[in-house]
């Protein structure tokens, strides 16, 4: 198993519609949660960190269920623009980086 | 602020070939890190330096591979000799300390494209 699982999609979804996608991480000891957006042929950008508590910015959500060891990610009323691969990043310890990537999942916005 | 600079942005080289990718990071920020992605294995993490010293290299592939960070303002990052499996975009991140360095930004840089012929 996967240390950080994605579903690779790609995610078809209308414009204007919701869209979430999961990612699980295998490692309990997990300590910070991330996720990142990349463009095709570019390098990838942090888009929000996931706090325990949860948080929002704008049309996006991002929970983490430590119970079950995912986070998620929710986009509401989407648009052509955030047509992208989207990557979970987990830091599994304490004190030094191990930056676990995950594979991405690819969201395409049509019209 | 120019962001992390990468240079080259594309190389195409020869099997067994030396190859030399060089980053500029962000100016004050005292980690670096060097990442690879491909198509098969999505992005990994090389190895990575807070304050020009090498923190974890567990990531490097081979003896092939070696990194370097002889100053705060220049890594390279150099594989000899190169391979055809070598290919890959290979990036260049950094980020600060400050706050928690758990939870802080990794800047990217935009990339160099190598093809190992």
């Known amino acids: 198993r996967k240390e950080v699982e994605q579903d690779p999609g790609p995610f078809n979804v209308p414009e204007g519609a919701t869209v979430a996608f999961n990612c699980t991480y295998s490692?309990?000891?997990?300590?910070?949660f991330f996720w990142y957006r990349q463009d095709c042929r570019k390098e990838p950008k942090l888009l929000m960190s996931v706090y325990s508590s949860g948080n929002e910015d704008g049309r996006f959500t991002a929970q983490l269920n430590r119970a079950s060891q995912y986070i998620s990610l929710l986009i509401r009323d989407s648009k052509l623009s955030d047509s992208a691969t989207y990557l979970c990043v987990v830091n599994l310890e304490g004190g030094n980086y191990q930056l676990i990537w995950g594979a991405g999942t690819k969201l395409i916005i049509k019209p | 602020d120019a962001g992390v600079i990468q240079s080259p942005r594309h190389e195409v080289t020869e099997m067994g070939q030396e190859v030399t990718l060089r980053c500029k990071p962000i100016s004050g920020h005292d980690y670096l890190f060097w990442y690879r992605q491909t198509m098969m294995r999505g992005l990994e993490l090389l190895i990575y330096f807070n304050n020009n010293v090498p923190i974890d290299d567990s990531g490097m592939p081979e003896d092939r591979f070696s990194a370097k960070m002889p100053n705060a303002s220049f890594s390279t990052l150099k594989i000899q000799p190169s391979e055809p499996r070598d290919s890959a975009v290979y990036f260049c991140?950094?980020?600060?300390?400050?706050?928690?360095?758990?939870?802080?930004?990794?800047?990217f840089g935009p990339g160099t494209r190598l093809t190992v012929l």
């Open positions: 490692n309990s000891a997990s300590q910070s």
């Open positions: 991140a950094s980020s600060l300390t400050g706050g928690g360095a758990l939870y802080n930004e990794q800047f």
